[in-house]
C-alpha cells in the first residue's frame, strides 16, 4: 500500500492522508485542495503520529463504550446508512480503520489533557494583571433580549397573516402568544424568545431598529429578503466593563487553556526536532 510520509518508521498511508484532506475540504468548504490545505493535513497527521507514540508510553486507557458511542454519533449526521457507506469510500477509509482512528483520537485527547491542560495553574496574581491590562478587550457587549414574530415571504397566506398578526399587536394581545400562534421562526416554540442578541447576530435592518427601541416597545412589520419581523424589546444591557471578581474564574480558564495549548506546541516542536520525519510531496 503506497504511503505519504514515514515518522520514526511509522508509515502514513496514502488512504490516511486522502481521509484527513477530504475532512478539511468539507470543513472550509471547498472541492479542490490548495497547496496549503495539503500540507495542513499531512502535518495534521505527522503530529498524530508523534503524538499517539507519546501516549502509547503512558499506558493509556480509553473506554471502547465511548469509541462505539462516536461512532454512531458519527453515523447519526447522515441521512441513511448508503450515505455514510458512500462518504466512507469517497474519504477512502475503512470502517476498521475508523474505529481506530476514534480510538486514537481519544488516547490523544487524554495524554493531552493530563500532560498540557489540566497541569496547568495560573496563579490569582497573574490573572488579577491581565484584567487590569486587557479591560477595554473584555467588554461586555450591547446586548438586547428580545421576542420574535416572522412571517415568511414564502408562505401564500402571508399577506393576510401579517395584517391578523398587525391588528393583534395593536389591540394589545399579549406578544408570548401571538408568536407561538403565528410565528414561522423555530423560536415559536418558547414563545417567540430570541434570549439575548448582540450586534452581527441578526441582520443589519432588525438590529438597527431594535437597538433604538425602549424596553417592552413593540416594532414591526419590518420587511427582509426572509419575510416580515415583528420584535418586542424585553431587557437591554448597555455595554460595560466586567469588575474582576464577575469574570476571574472564566479568565483563569481562559488563561490556562492558551498556557496548555502553548505547552502542546512547544511539546510538538520538540518532538518533531528528534523525530526521523520523511515526507514525499510528490506523492500528496
Known amino acids: 500500500m503506497k504511503h505519504v510520509a514515514i515518522v520514526n518508521n511509522y508509515k502514513i498511508f496514502h488512504a490516511d492522508y486522502k481521509a484527513e484532506l477530504f475532512q478539511l475540504l468539507k470543513e472550509h468548504h471547498v472541492e479542490k485542495p490548495s497547496k496549503k490545505l495539503k500540507e495542513t493535513a499531512i502535518n495534521n497527521l505527522v503530529d498524530a503520529c508523534l503524538l499517539m507514540e507519546e501516549s502509547n508510553k503512558c499506558n493509556i486507557q480509553i473506554d471502547e463504550h465511548s469509541v462505539h ?19 466512507m469510500a469517497e474519504s477512502h477509509i475503512s470502517v476498521d480503520t475508523l474505529l481506530e482512528n476514534i480510538g486514537n483520537g481519544f488516547r490523544i485527547k487524554e495524554y493531552i489533557k493530563s500532560r498540557f491542560l489540566d497541569s496547568v495553574d495560573i496563579k490569582p496574581e497573574r490573572i488579577q494583571e491581565y484584567y487590569e491590562d486587557h479591560k477595554e478587550q473584555l467588554q461586555y457587549p450591547e446586548r438586547a433580549r428580545i421576542c420574535h414574530i416572522l412571517i415568511s415571504n414564502r408562505d401564500p397566506h402571508a399577506l393576510s397573516k401579517l395584517e391578523e398578526v398587525s ?39 432588525l438590529e438597527n431598529v431594535i437597538f433604538s427601541m425602549k424596553k417592552d416597545q413593540i416594532a414591526g412589520p419590518i420587511p427582509t429578503d426572509f419575510g416580515f419581523h415583528f420584535v418586542k424589546l424585553v431587557e437591554k444591557e448597555e455595554k460595560r466593563i466586567p469588575s474582576y471578581d464577575e469574570i476571574k474564574d472564566s479568565l483563569k480558564k481562559q488563561l490556562e487553556k492558551i498556557a496548555g495549548e502553548l505547552e502542546l506546541l512547544h511539546h510538538i516542536r520538540e518532538l518533531r526536532n528528534k523525530a526521523n520525519i520523511e515526507i514525499f510531496y510528490n506523492e500528496l
Not at 70 to 85: A, N, T
Open 167 to 205: 391588528k393583534k399587536l395593536y389591540e394589545d394581545e399579549d406578544f408570548c402568544d401571538v408568536a407561538n400562534n403565528y410565528s414561522e421562526c423555530p423560536s415559536a416554540k418558547k414563545n417567540g424568545d430570541l434570549g439575548f442578541i448582540k450586534r452581527g447576530d441578526l441582520l443589519e435592518e
Open 69 to 87: 458511542f462516536k461512532f454512531q454519533e458519527i453515523q447519526s449526521h447522515y441521512e441513511s446508512h448508503e450515505d455514510f457507506i458512500k462518504d
